[in-house]
């Protein structure tokens, strides 16, 4: 066996695709050392900077000194802790869902909601740049799955009007999409939803907190707030903690507590990290300032990049792709940006589309006008060696 996976090993060098574990220790919201270096990190999904905020913090040691350092248990056992109950009904009413229940990560919770709501007979539509959580749970499910192009309602519309199934028809989308950053037309969606009778689950993993004037997502944006049928979004993002949260109407959720696989059978959270994820929630729901001050370093960061001109292919918000094709190319942007203090990882297939390899440049909020101004100088200085720009 060795020698087989050293020779797809080989094969993966040679593509450009290889990839290694970087150990590095974090010393702020925007700074990394790794081998003894000081980097400006460009790649947290912390687009907040909660996870260091002082209150965050102390919510989750006050936690553990209640509570302990771990649950042990999982939720149908021993581990469904009082934290959980309050979490829930408080990211619902955020969220303006019936109901709320918490997972141990985006990826398990999208897994549990697709292989436990869809049968052998009923049919997927999924965006073909739906994250790699969605992909898999796609093909775990006993369902057909119909790929439809991205973000392209008319072929989905299409697709939808062919399939004769006589199950159910579930359309699972991103809503900004993790590579790309662009935003699923959730508008549209409703109405394919209203007129075909669909079953819409979206994952709002990196909107929450981030999206809408009051930051409840992409929902908000399109006036679609609490209207879609299943949203799965997390803590591990802009909410700077960990975990995820599906939302649902009360049947669904009790089917989920009863049948979802990931949810019964895995250790259930700590409270120091239910005790975050609710602190930061409390922040993010009371106070627009967190929101609108990251908004402001997105918006200088985009025209900072547009203005050199790289591609920024379709994407708003914090998500900032800067499409680089070759995926050697990619790795050697990388490389150079490194030894200019940024890091700033390459994201080659199969992340994302052969040839269309990029560097995945995330704002936050706690980045400086001059960290901006330094990232943006590195950048421009590599893309016209490289010929990026």
Known sequence: MKERLHKRLQNIRAAGNYR???YLK???????LYEGREYLNLCSNSYLSLHVHPEVMRAAAEAIGDYGAGTCSSRSVS?????YRDLEVEVAAFKQYGRALIFPNGYMANIGIISTLTDEWDVIFTDELNHSSLIDSTRLSRAKKVVYRHLDMSDLEKRIRKERTGGKKFVVTETVFSMDGDLAPLGELLRLKEKYGLHVVVDEAHATG?????????EEVFGVTGKMDVQMGTFGKALGSFGAFVLSDEVTI???????????YTTALPASTLAASRQALRLVSGDRTYKDELWDKVRRMREGLLGMGFDLKESQGPI???V???DHKAVEAQRRLMGRGIFLQAIRPPTVPSGTARLRLTVIRDLTPQDIEYALDAIGVVGREMGLV
């Open 20 to 22: 290694e574990i970087k």
């Open 320 to 322: 900032i792709p800067i």
């Open 210 to 218: 981030v999206f809408g004037p009051a930051g409840i997502g992409v």
């Open 324 to 326: 680089v094709g070759d």
């Open 26 to 32: 974090p010393i702020s919201a925007t700074r990394i």
């Open 79 to 83: 581990g469904s802790i009082d934290s």
């Open 254 to 264: 009790d089917y989920l507590v009863n049948r979802a696989r990931t949810f019964m």
